[in-house]
């Protein structure tokens, strides 16, 4: 008997609350309103400034694959709207929403995916581009960069820190 779930895990913020808001531009005067005046979680707050950013936007139709298995990654993926289903070697699948973030621990630790990421729906991205990610982390503090060298680790399961984070 199988213990694997029925539906695939699902990462994703909840957007019934920026909807339940009236948020559907995080850059109108009414949602930077309504930033000001509610309380938001770090992880709504993060997604909200990277939904309103000015970083370019990647649009993925239906069945498109957006990474493949071997690959180097180029850009970070913020799913800023739609679904996107990344299935591994042994065929595990996971399904990322609103809110989720792919590519860039790979990115960051200069590695290949170990996934494909194929869009389930029409799929709203912003993209991060690695290279200058990785610049930008250089310059951290050594604090922050531990924060990147910690969550790149706990992300690709590594029991060193890569050297591009050293």
Partial sequence: MSTEPQNPLLFGMDMQRFKALGIIDPRSKHALEAFDHH???SA???FFKLWGSDL???IFQPGQKIAERG???VFGYVVISGTVET????GKKCLFGPGSVFGMAEGMADVVYAWDAVAKTVV???LIPLDRAL????R???GLKGICRFTTMRVLKLKAPPATLS
Wanted: no cysteine; proline share 0%.
């Fill in 140 to 142: 951290f503090n050594s």
């Fill in 44 to 46: 709504e707050r993060l």
């Fill in 124 to 126: 709203t991205t912003k």
């Fill in 39 to 41: 309380e938001f979680s």
């Fill in 87 to 90: 299935t591994d070697a042994q």
């Fill in 56 to 58: 370019n936007s990647g």
């Fill in 71 to 73: 690959e180097h990654a």
């Fill in 135 to 138: 610049r930008e982390v250089r």
